[in-house]
């Protein structure tokens, strides 16, 4: 049905089971007798996809055609008499045959399945199944599991051949990997695989088999609409009983999509999580990241215990709470106070992966405690002259400029600066909807065409990086493309480091009219910008400039005038720099991994060179190694919280169950309360409520920012601009150490152009050397029809960890050569 | 000359036995291609209104009206329309389409030729059956001959109207038999049916307006535009009208393809047929093709018509008269028939796939004598599970045999249960038999 309130539908009346009803006309009459409360058993149907009327279980009986219909692909018509099988023995009849034909062959193995207790088929069969069986033929069998993936595998005794799975593959994910294979009763789901299609005991040369690999960054999807157990997931086969499982609604922590989910504990353990059902944002799907990715909270070197760098043997070691917080008290407010040579103030890097609550703690110690604005919650390169700092004070704090539901309203999206599919993938899911139902037209400027981008039938405008500034001033086609009425202009994080790339884009939005929407990449992002961990904002996009404004938080936070300083703060790049020079006197991280930083060897110099350091962490990590005192925090799944997505959409959660660790926000308190302050943020009930509180900014939205498009660089031979973003399944630490999903992550290669690959001697498959000063890495070529004179790597895959060894980042000139013994 | 060779009507078949008749020489020298050369002459709307009046029915098995199916094409909406040919002739016991290519495909191009031009088409397909490839062979011989001689391609004989005419081949499916199975598998894709609505009349090959037309429907299209409605409609009967190839196998002396009037009776082509082969009685029957309910020598009077055929619990079918006798054990023959569809089901609807999986399975029991009373039972609601049920037709064939036989010939199956009847299959066969 459309959600189209505004379209006028045509209503027709039908009887279902002697009920009366009236339904929007080409509804399908399953979906009308659900309203009605009617259940009609179903195993292929699935609201989000298309009708197949494959298994055949929803027959009902309608008066005047002379056999049962199929529910699930019958629309409904005016006049039509129904009977389900509550009212007639012919539709109970024929679903009762077919709940016999489809257990004919299903294996009796429920005590054993993960999908018992939980499964659709046993439900059926227990309630509306024969007591016992007419079957006397020897079951179909099969070699289990079939591995799909690392992550997903297939007991294909136990599938229904609904094809949920390839049907979500094909119409939802655009990933068609998985297919039907065989026929009749030797129908099979299968992988286009070498050992699947002919035998593993067949020695075939890698190249002659063409394998295409399920490394769908949505398979798990597919876990959870199969009706039975046939899909299970890696991660939880045999894992447990879900029965003994108790499932709490949560949201993702991982990009800034905000998908709802389900996380299913078993005493104090997560189990297994999957997609929460929430129509507005990621419908009923989520990807494998959110899916499986929640082992690093669990992992071995969690930290439990405050630590403290021994004053005698200088190694960290653990404290009480009162010690740490004694210690990182005394030790930030003599930085704070010091004024002894060149190291003062102390800078806060609060990264993008805390709760709008944590990052209003952090924005407000930084400001009340620590009296500084020397906060930023980017931990990435930031660009220059803080023209993003200034792009999001005035263009995203505070908005809710678009919504998914705009995303299918477009006619067309123009993305810059951003994978959909690798950065945001349920808003590439939901792009993908709209250009497959919605007709929506998608622009790209990107080096080459993704996958991704190719899924989503973009046109792309191959642009070299560093000219999307350029781009975005001057095509008039992106330009006539954005005045569509309901256009929407998509950027990324990363159009940050295009200097003037911004400026462009919050220039075409306002004049074209389209609606401007920031996608960062994490899921904190976007709450760390309203919750004011800015050098340039405060709480609720106030510009620190504005007196007004300033006003306002020192009246809320009960601060005399003056204390917030009206001075811009040191955003993260020139915090690193003054630490590293030694200017600063000391450091507050909040898990921030310095590999994501511009420069990671500046930041663990740093680190290193800082006077006093103060981790908050998870676990043990490069940061918490080097500090002075480390508090542990807790995990999503153990606080309550609230992200805020792309869309500006509040994302609140509760703690799936009680532990003992505690929130950032709880320890910021005792930490100011050990200086001497109360900060009010011990729990989350009283942040929320003095975030509510917060008086609607009066002042006027600061101008946006004002930085002119520079040149491509220009490269000589033997050079090319890097081009590189982060792949979703990467060497990020949320999925340190999990080598299921890492299973399914792309191919790590170094893309080149034609021409680009041409000159250096280099085809598809021969290693490239793309180095710089800092270093060098070697990589397969992936030689495609892509802009020249770029060299295309991901930013932190193994063997391809930009920062750390190239030292540069997208829009950079790097050398290439032929890799490899010469 | 025995007064029932007056029966036949050899019209479709009545080049077969001139020599070489599947070239173009000879075919144009027995009235070949003028029925094209009238029809380019005449509005599309006309031929159309032709084939309605001549009654003609699909030959595959349907007997949908012809004239009413290409009447369904909605013309000037901007899109191409596509005639697809079903020669994917697959049903156990039928064997007109393949004997027709083999003998005189130009009747079929020429057919096709006109078929198109009539609803604007300007591309046809010829779904052939993979395992045909002799037909296949001669089928694309003579669309060379066409080409050459200027009846396909561009501006056919000065009239404007184009024509490309792409013989393929299928893959050995009989559900791609199935016109949406069909549309899928000549598309590229794996060949299961496709649900129904949209229609192949709106949304067929390519989600464009197709024509899916039998072989011997649209070989028959030539000889209504010489001949006439009215001439057709003088053969076989007022709502089965013109000539029908039946084609006759089993226990008989003569079998082979015999043309005749619709309506005409299974006595009477058994008569045609030589006989019986000696020794032989008649004892049961398909009347087309083991979908359709076995009917039985009570049954040698029945005029084999679509009404009369289904008065008499059975269907027309494909006019694939098998024939069986006092020799045959009904009880073997419709096992063998339920491999054949549990071999052929496509799998995607669960009654089909199981339903044929599992019958074939108890039929092989009660074979090698292991069967028992409730195996009986078994069978006959498995197949009331799935008559009916299924996605498509296919799942409802597979019930015909089983039915029928137990219908007629309950005690050929008490035989084997109670051990009268020594077990056909040993317990070896039983292990992956097919």
Known sequence: MSSDVAKAVDMVKLTIDGIEVEAPKGALLIRVAEQLGIEIPRFCDHPLLAPAGACRQCLVDVEGQRKPVASCTQTVADGMVVRTQLTSDVAKKAQAGIMEFLLINHPLDCPMCDKGGECPLQNQAMSVGRADTRFHEHKREYPKPLPISTQVLLDRERCVLCQRCTRFSEEIAGDTFIDLMERSSNEQIGVFRHDVMTGPEVELPEEEKGDDPFNSYFSGNTVQICPVGALTGTQYRFRARPFDLVSSPGVCEHCSAGCAQRTDNRRGKVMRRLAGDDPAVNEEWNCDKGRWGFQYATAFDRLTNPLVRDAKTGELRTASWPEALRVAAAGLAAARDGDSGDAHGVGVLTGGRLTVEDAYAYAKFARVVLRTNDIDFRARPVGEGGEEAEFLAAAVAGTTEATYADVEKAPTAVIVGLEPEEECPILFLRLRKAVAKRKLKVYAAAPFVTRGLAKLDATVLATVPGAEAGLLAGDEGLRAALSAQNALLIVGERLATVPGGLTAAAKLADETGAKLVWVPRRAGDRGAVDAGCLPNLLPGGRPVSDPAARAEIAGVWGLETGVISGSTGRDTDQIIEAAAAGRLGALVVAGVDPADLADPTLAEQALDKVGFLVSFELRNSAVSRRADVVFPVAPVQEKAGTFLNWEGRLRSFDAVFDTTAMPDARVLDALAQAMGVDLGTADVTAIRAELGALPVSGGDRPAGPRLAPRDVEVTAPGEAVLATWHQLIDLGSLLDGDEIIRGTARPVVARLGVQTAAGLGVADGDPVRVSTERGSMTLPAEVSDMVEGVVWVPTNSPGATVRRSLGVTGGDVVTISRGGIQ | ?434
């Open chain 2, 1 to 434: 000359m025995s007064d029932v060779f007056r029966k036949l009507t050899p019209v479709l078949t009545k080049r077969w036995l001139s020599p070489e008749a599947w070239r173009i020489d000879t075919y144009e020298q027995l009235d070949g291609y003028l029925a094209m050369r009238k029809a380019l002459q005449a509005h599309p709307d006309d031929l159309i209104a032709l084939i309605k009046d001549s009654g003609l029915r699909g030959r595959g098995g349907a007997g949908f009206p012809t004239g009413m199916k290409w009447a369904f094409i909605p013309q000037n909406d901007g899109k191409p329309h596509y005639l697809v040919v079903n020669a994917d002739e697959g049903e156990p016991g039928t064997c007109k389409d393949l004997p027709l290519m083999m003998n005189d495909p130009h009747s079929l191009i020429e057919g096709i030729i006109i078929a198109c031009y009539a609803i604007r088409s300007d591309r046809a397909y010829v779904y052939i059956r993979g395992e045909a490839v002799h037909a296949a062979r001669r089928l694309r011989h003579a669309v060379d001959e066409a080409y050459a001689k200027g009846y396909l391609g561009e501006n056919i004989l000065g009239s404007g109207f184009n024509l490309d005419l792409v013989i393929h081949s299928g893959a050995g499916a009989y559900i791609c038999g199935e016109e949406t199975a069909l549309l899928d598998s000549l598309e590229g894709f794996r060949g299961q049916p496709r649900l129904r609505p949209p229609f192949p009349a709106t949304h067929g090959l390519y989600a464009c307006p197709t024509v899916v037309n039998n072989v011997g429907t649209i070989a028959s299209v030539p000889y209504i535009v010489l001949g006439g409605a009215d001439w057709w409609k003088s053969m076989g009967t007022e709502k089965s009208s013109g000539p029908m190839i039946y084609s006759l196998s089993g226990r008989i002396n003569n079998p082979g393809q015999y043309e005749c009037g619709m309506g005409i009776t299974l006595r009477e082509l058994i008569e045609l047929a030589g006989g019986m082969q000696p020794g032989h009685n008649l004892r049961f029957w398909t009347p087309g093709g083991s979908s359709t309910p076995l009917l039985t020598a009570e049954h040698l009077d029945v005029p084999l018509d679509f009404e009369s055929v289904a008065a008499a619990g059975s269907i027309l079918g494909t006019t694939a008269t098998q024939i069986f006798s006092d020799q045959d054990c009904p009880v073997y023959a419709t096992y063998r028939w339920m491999e054949f569809y549990h071999h052929e089901s496509c799998g995607k609807c669960t009654p089909c796939r199981e339903g044929n999986f599992w019958m074939a399975r108890v039929y092989r029991r009660i074979l090698s004598g292991e069967g028992t009373y409730e195996d009986l039972d078994t069978l006959l609601d498995a197949c009331d599970n799935l008559l009916g049920r299924a996605f498509c037709g296919l799942g409802d064939g597979a019930t015909s045999p089983v039915t029928s036989s137990l219908k007629y010939f309950k005690q050929d199956y008490l035989d084997y249960i109670e051990g009268r009847t020594a077990p056909v299959l040993s317990a070896k066969q039983l292990v992956g038999a097919h």
